[in-house]
């Protein structure tokens, strides 16, 4: 008997997790991987919990960095592990255009508090895909394009990743290497396999354009490709729109299936439209592709968790019948989604001048993470720090990767009390003019006294 799509998942499922099992050790590299540690057996004495043996998980290896953060007393303490921007003062930021919205709604008596539909806010959805694809963009005329509110960039991505495990017939995804640590564990734990493509060069600090065109040309033909729309994390590389037009052309000749995961719109260049123009491209070519959209950023909406994921189809007819398979991913995980996050943002990018003043004040925060660039740099060169750090200048978005390793991290931590994750990134959006002194002394040090 043929086995439903919903069966095979499942089985899938549970022969990805299966490979990754690992009994009663921790594991960082298999945590990395999405696996998740399963304790032996109970062996507990009567009275005792039937949870004694279960082996306690390691950190997450970037929200991590902020519980380690928050532990230490020290007076000159500087988060730099997660993407969340602060003010020069040191603080998190709630846009005015946020707040105004909040008070439209808060006013509004009309409002009620009742369920979504599955699908979340038809507005929001309507809205966002504009906001990715243009608002001339023929696949959003011609009904090809099926956006679902989902919780944030990674809930999207969670979202797309359990739509392909059991609608798409190719299960292998390709991810760059390095890229968000996320990625792997989503991935696999829908029951996709995870294999990675050449993309960062540690050489020159910047694209492995080759190694990128050699692992995507002898990928299968099908397989799903991941793609950082822009600002690529954790590197801050991203190609060239010349290099995009030839990555499209590699990946549509191939028939693979882009998936643009689109967490920093606006915060590379500053350009809601310019920041746009990688998932543009592919979709203006009439191909199919898949879009996850985080609001957590560009609109310091972190905590409401609000995302979309579009898929674009080649037929309207196509696009609706995705969208009533999608409904069933999400009925069983969560039902369906948050209303006040997505008020928020359909309230914004409804009214012309509300959506004005976004532009202004993202442009804003993306300017002062481009100060802070320039203020490290020149504070390196300045203490006559040894070797190359143009690539902070260079690198987009924001994150740099600064190609310290994990002992001068390590030493960082210990001795100036500078948090960041321990493969060298640091989160430029949590600089301020006060705390480019302390880094610059710290790397400084790490780069001189640590091999
Ligand atoms: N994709 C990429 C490439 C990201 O960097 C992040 C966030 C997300 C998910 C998706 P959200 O679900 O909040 O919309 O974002 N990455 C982090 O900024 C951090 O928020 C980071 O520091 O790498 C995280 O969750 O790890």
Redesign the pocket.
Same mark, same amino acid.
């Given at each position: 008997m043929k086995k439903s799509s919903e069966t095979a998942a499942a089985d899938r499922r549970l022969s990805t997790v299966a490979r990754h099992l690992i009994t009663t050790t921790t594991n960082n590299e298999e945590e990395e991987n999405g696996s998740f540690m399963i304790s032996s057996s109970p062996t507990a004495a009567a009275g005792q919990s039937v949870f004694s043996n279960i082996v306690g998980a390691p950190e997450d290896p970037?929200?991590g960095v902020t519980v380690a953060y928050n532990k230490d007393p020290s007076p000159v303490k500087l988060n730099l592990g997660? &993407? *969340?921007y602060r003010t020069e003062e040191g603080k998190p930021l709630v846009l005015n255009v946020v707040r105004k919205a909040e008070n439209l709604l808060v006013n509004d008596r009309t409002r009620v508090k009742e369920y979504l539909p599955i699908v979340g806010l038809a507005d929001f959805n309507k809205l966002s895909a504009k906001l990715i694809l243009g608002e001339d963009s023929h696949a959003i005329r011609g009904n090809l394009v099926t956006t679902v509110q989902c919780l944030? /960039?990674? /809930?999207s991505?969670r979202v797309g990743a359990e739509f392909l495990a059991r609608h798409y017939y190719q299960h292998t995804i390709y991810i760059p290497n390095p890229t968000?640590g #996320?990625h792997t564990k989503i991935f696999n734990l829908a029951g996709l396999t995870v294999k990675t493509y050449r993309y960062y060069d540690p050489a020159t600090r910047g694209l492995n354009f080759q190694g990128l065109q050699e692992d995507l040309g002898s990928a299968p033909s099908g397989a799903i490709v991941l793609l950082?729309a822009c600002a690529h #994390?954790p590197t801050g590389v991203d190609p060239t729109l010349e290099q995009w037009e030839q990555i499209r052309r590699l990946i549509r000749s191939k028939s693979l299936l882009p998936f643009f995961?689109s *967490?920093y719109q606006g915060f590379a260049s500053g350009s809601l439209d310019k920041d746009a123009q990688s998932v543009r491209m592919f979709v203006g070519d009439g191909g199919e592709c898949f879009i996850a959209q985080?609001y *957590?950023k560009n609109l310091g909406l972190?905590g409401e968790r609000v &995302?979309a994921l579009s898929i674009v189809c080649r037929a309207a007819d196509v696009a609706s019948r995705v969208e009533s398979q999608l409904k069933l991913v999400i009925r069983p995980m969560y039902s369906n989604p948050p209303i006040h996050g997505a008020s928020i943002v359909a309230t914004i990018l409804k009214d012309r001048n509300l959506y004005h003043e976004w532009t202004l004040e993202l442009k804003a925060m993306a300017d002062r993470i481009i100060t802070m660039r320039k203020q490290l740099f020149d504070a390196l060169s300045a203490r006559g720090t040894p070797g190359d750090w143009s690539h902070i200048l260079k690198q987009i978005g924001m994150f740099t990767f600064t190609g310290l390793n994990t002992k001068q991290v390590a030493f960082m931590t210990k001795e100036y009390h500078i948090y960041m994750t321990s493969d060298g990134r640091i989160?430029m959006a949590g600089l301020s003019s006060r705390t480019v002194p302390h880094l610059a002394d710290a790397m400084h040090a790490a780069v001189t006294t640590v091999v």
């Amino acid at each position: 008997m043929k086995k439903s799509s919903e069966t095979a998942a499942a089985d899938r499922r549970l022969s990805t997790v299966a490979r990754h099992l690992i009994t009663t050790t921790t594991n960082n590299e298999e945590e990395e991987n999405g696996s998740f540690m399963i304790s032996s057996s109970p062996t507990a004495a009567a009275g005792q919990s039937v949870f004694s043996n279960i082996v306690g998980a390691p950190e997450d290896p970037i929200l991590g960095v902020t519980v380690a953060y928050n532990k230490d007393p020290s007076p000159v303490k500087l988060n730099l592990g997660v &993407g *969340a921007y602060r003010t020069e003062e040191g603080k998190p930021l709630v846009l005015n255009v946020v707040r105004k919205a909040e008070n439209l709604l808060v006013n509004d008596r009309t409002r009620v508090k009742e369920y979504l539909p599955i699908v979340g806010l038809a507005d929001f959805n309507k809205l966002s895909a504009k906001l990715i694809l243009g608002e001339d963009s023929h696949a959003i005329r011609g009904n090809l394009v099926t956006t679902v509110q989902c919780l944030s /960039g990674t /809930g999207s991505l969670r979202v797309g990743a359990e739509f392909l495990a059991r609608h798409y017939y190719q299960h292998t995804i390709y991810i760059p290497n390095p890229t968000w640590g #996320n990625h792997t564990k989503i991935f696999n734990l829908a029951g996709l396999t995870v294999k990675t493509y050449r993309y960062y060069d540690p050489a020159t600090r910047g694209l492995n354009f080759q190694g990128l065109q050699e692992d995507l040309g002898s990928a299968p033909s099908g397989a799903i490709v991941l793609l950082h729309a822009c600002a690529h #994390n954790p590197t801050g590389v991203d190609p060239t729109l010349e290099q995009w037009e030839q990555i499209r052309r590699l990946i549509r000749s191939k028939s693979l299936l882009p998936f643009f995961d689109s *967490a920093y719109q606006g915060f590379a260049s500053g350009s809601l439209d310019k920041d746009a123009q990688s998932v543009r491209m592919f979709v203006g070519d009439g191909g199919e592709c898949f879009i996850a959209q985080s609001y *957590a950023k560009n609109l310091g909406l972190y905590g409401e968790r609000v &995302g979309a994921l579009s898929i674009v189809c080649r037929a309207a007819d196509v696009a609706s019948r995705v969208e009533s398979q999608l409904k069933l991913v999400i009925r069983p995980m969560y039902s369906n989604p948050p209303i006040h996050g997505a008020s928020i943002v359909a309230t914004i990018l409804k009214d012309r001048n509300l959506y004005h003043e976004w532009t202004l004040e993202l442009k804003a925060m993306a300017d002062r993470i481009i100060t802070m660039r320039k203020q490290l740099f020149d504070a390196l060169s300045a203490r006559g720090t040894p070797g190359d750090w143009s690539h902070i200048l260079k690198q987009i978005g924001m994150f740099t990767f600064t190609g310290l390793n994990t002992k001068q991290v390590a030493f960082m931590t210990k001795e100036y009390h500078i948090y960041m994750t321990s493969d060298g990134r640091i989160s430029m959006a949590g600089l301020s003019s006060r705390t480019v002194p302390h880094l610059a002394d710290a790397m400084h040090a790490a780069v001189t006294t640590v091999v």
